[in-house]
């Protein structure tokens, strides 16, 4: 079966026409979607992957979840350097928790499922229409390009906008417990921005929504606007959330002490490993 066909196989493309984007059908779908991003910063398309599909996909990143490379740390809202200029007390000077493993492109084979929907060229203009692109490339990071995070029991991610523009990523297995989704949206820029993050990093819960994780839901999302986080899991099973990486540059990659920071390593070892896109 051509990678094409088994990425085709995968997605409900009677409930989700990405198969025929320039129909009647397909225009007015990525119109809704593009709209629902602009209002909520975020699109979410709940039974993306077809029920008889969800089983074998998520079976098959069970087999390769123990190659994910862990990172423990703390960090603020913002992801940014502590710097004296910072006001004491403040929500710069708050600091987040964040325990998540991640296993990168390279330890995903090229005739996995996962892979294949990755590559999927109207998969990546359905998201380019959805964010307004004028182009979109499949990132070129030899580790990034497409990854999977892996939350085990004590996993969390603590409250945070992203530094990317937006992130697409797949629920595709729950934790017995916890894992939730938590965000407060579109809130970068507005006039009392640092309220409520303040209020949100004190556990106050106006303006949070939880997103439920329903598997086989793909997500496009708006994270540098939006500040959210996903809470502690519990359980010997992993929640496990593929990330689909595009970039509107081609040839764009993470840099090396990035990918040493996520996945250990920078991946110029992996030389006669596959890991063309």
Same mark, same amino acid.
């Given at each position: ?13 009677? #409930?989700?026409?990405l ?15 593009r709209?629902?991003?602009l ?9 993306f ?25 703390t ?10 200029? *910072? ?6 000077r ?10 990168? *492109?390279d ?5 996995t #499922?996962l ?6 060229d ?8 959805v964010?307004?692109k ?13 990854s999977?995070?892996? =939350?085990?029991e004590?996993?969390e991610?603590?409250w945070?906008?992203?530094?990317s523009? =937006?992130?697409?990523?797949?629920m ?8 939730a =989704? ?22 106050? #819960? ?7 994780? $329903? ?10 606007? $939006?500040?959210?986080?996903?809470? #502690? ?6 929640r496990l ?9 081609p040839?764009?990659?993470?840099s090396?002490?990035?990918r ?18």
């Amino acid at each position: 079966m051509s990678q094409s066909l088994q990425a085709q196989n995968l997605v409900d493309t009677e #409930r989700y026409p990405l198969d025929q984007l320039t129909s009647e059908a397909g225009l007015l779908f990525t119109k809704e979607c593009r709209q629902q991003y602009l209002d909520k910063g975020l699109c979410i398309l709940p039974g993306f992957i077809r029920a008889e599909a969800l089983d074998q996909l998520a079976k098959e990143v069970n087999q390769f979840s123990h190659q994910a490379f862990f990172c423990k740390s703390t960090h603020n809202a913002y992801l940014t350097d502590d710097d004296d200029s *910072y006001q004491e007390g403040g929500v710069e000077r708050q600091q987040e928790h964040t325990f998540v493993g991640s296993v990168p *492109y390279d330890r995903i084979g090229a005739d996995t #499922r996962l892979r294949s929907l990755y590559l999927w060229d109207p998969l990546k203009e359905f998201i380019r229409i959805v964010l307004g692109k004028q182009t979109l490339h499949h990132f070129a990071d030899p580790l990034g390009a497409c990854s999977v995070n892996v =939350f085990v029991e004590g996993g969390e991610h603590g409250w945070h906008f992203d530094e990317s523009e =937006f992130t697409v990523t797949l629920m595709l297995q729950a934790p017995e417990e916890g894992g939730a =989704f938590e965000y407060v949206p579109l809130i970068r820029g507005s006039a009392d921005e640092k309220q409520i993050v303040q209020n949100v990093l004190n556990g106050e #819960r106006d303006g949070v929504h939880e997103l439920p994780f $329903t598997v086989g839901t793909l997500l496009i999302f708006g994270g540098r606007q $939006t500040i959210h986080r996903v809470t #502690r899991v519990s359980g010997q099973q992993p929640r496990l959330v593929p990330v689909l990486c595009y970039s509107e540059q081609p040839e764009m990659k993470n840099s090396a002490s990035v990918r040493k920071l996520f996945w250990g390593r920078t991946g110029e070892e992996s030389v006669g490993t596959s890991t063309s896109l």
